[in-house]
């Protein structure tokens, strides 16, 4: 679960960010979008597959599609992995490849990502058991055997109370993994360091610049959210620009 103190990077020093930052980021985002356009299509593409599915599992069943649409963006980091790698080759003065880009998430199976992975995962799991009981909660015992699948069933005072008290739950749950993850990934891709100093470093930059986190996890949530329509599709502009303004965030909040 960690490395040997010899094999690990040195901790580098959270630094200050601000406003501009952000802007700078998502400029630089879009300009590696541009410079290498297939890549982000290729590992969006994916992300837009594996969501249709999904969300044909859910099909016809409002509080399966609820719980899956608020939980599957939890998994999105996973993916940028790929982009991080084209953006860091990009930094390099480098001409990314497929066959060099292509292995990297193969490679990092014996690193650190896949346990990090691993706490994305558990986060989702934990959102869907957690979404059952507040289900359970609102809409009585029933609702766990055999929720009702229907908008209507939720226009009440019961169900409203329920969907509000989902939305500020799921916000501050979602806002808890932004902050493990919106650093530590790429920084993992980037350095050898264990994956619960990489999270700490990555909760460190997220409280020392806290409006600027909060504003660019709203960003990506608001972006996200609108991209879903029509059937993902917009996911696949979306979400290669973000990947690599993540990249260039991490460069600019550690030194």
Not at 5 to 13: E, G, M, S, T, V
């Amino acid at each position: 679960m960690s490395l040997p103190p010899a094999q690990c990077d040195p901790a580098p020093k959270v630094m200050r960010l601000g406003f501009s930052d952000l802007a700078d980021c998502l400029r630089a985002g879009w300009a590696d979008y541009r410079a290498t356009p297939l890549f982000g299509l290729f590992f969006s593409a994916i992300y837009v597959v594996t969501g249709n599915i999904l969300f044909q599992i859910g099909a016809g069943f409002f509080t399966w599609t609820l719980i899956l649409s608020l939980g599957f963006p939890l998994i999105a980091p996973i993916l940028a992995v790929g982009l991080y790698d084209v953006s860091r080759r990009l930094e390099q003065g480098q001409m990314p490849r497929f066959s060099q880009v292509l292995p990297i998430i193969w490679q990092e199976r014996t690193r650190q990502i896949p346990w990090a992975g691993a706490i994305i995962v558990t986060f989702f799991l934990f959102w869907t058991f957690l979404a059952h009981m507040l289900f359970a909660l609102f809409m009585g015992p029933s609702a766990l055997l055999g929720p009702p699948d229907d908008l209507q069933s939720y226009l009440n005072l019961n169900g409203l109370w329920m969907i509000g008290v989902e939305l500020v739950v799921g916000g501050i749950a979602a806002f808890l993994l932004f902050s493990l993850t919106a650093i530590s990934l790429p920084l993992l891709l980037d350095r050898e360091l264990d994956f619960v100093t990489a999270m700490l470093l990555s909760l460190k930059v997220t409280q020392k610049n806290l409006l600027v986190m909060w504003v660019w996890a709203t960003i990506i949530a608001m972006s996200t959210l609108l991209a879903l329509v029509p059937w993902l599709l917009g996911l696949l502009a979306v979400l290669p620009v973000l990947g690599h303004a993540s990249w260039h965030l991490y460069r600019r909040a550690l030194s």
